[in-house]
């Protein structure tokens, strides 16, 4: 899947937020990692894979994918942040986790962009991330029109004052 196309239209939101709220000169890295902890906490409760307590099933799908491209935003904002400009999504072998497993894979993969803010660990988030749509039944043609609809949403949002 080529992300690149999905890179230009964050960039173009990222501008457009930053010029309207007043945030151009700010640096927003730490604010986009916890919102992408939340994001993905969202999605988690979503999916109900960790709540072993609970009968009661998972969203819908679509809902699903709606979490799961909220993450995907804040994903290509931190990677605009810090200066990536062209990123190959390639198929990563990763042995077999459940979908639990592969949460807690991606917030270690958050943890570490914190603390080393690496193209490496950032490389590593973005293959963890869409392992984990992989793992949830989301195909690529899936997240991409799925983000290219979230971010019309986006954008209505920020004309409503949101």
Request: proline share 1%; net charge negative; aromatic share 12%.
């Amino acid at each position: 899947m080529n992300i690149n196309q999905l890179f230009e239209m964050q960039r173009e939101l990222d501008t457009y937020i930053e010029k309207e709220h007043g945030l151009e000169k700010a640096d927003l890295f730490q604010r986009k990692i916890l919102s992408l902890l939340v994001e993905v906490g969202e999605l988690a409760n979503e999916t109900r894979c960790f709540k072993f307590w609970s009968t009661k099933p998972s969203s819908e799908k679509s809902v699903i994918l709606e979490e799961f491209v909220d993450g995907v935003h804040f994903i290509l904002s931190l990677g605009i942040y810090m200066g990536i400009k062209h990123f190959e999504l390639r198929e990563a072998n990763y042995i077999e986790k459940d979908v639990t497993s592969q949460f807690l894979e991606i917030y270690d993969s958050i943890n570490g962009l914190l603390t080393k803010k690496s193209v490496t660990e950032y490389d590593q988030l973005v293959h963890q991330y869409f392992y984990l749509g992989k793992l949830l039944g989301f195909s690529h043609e899936d997240v991409v029109k799925a983000y290219k609809q979230k971010n019309e949403v986006n954008y209505k949002r920020q004309q409503e004052g949101y």
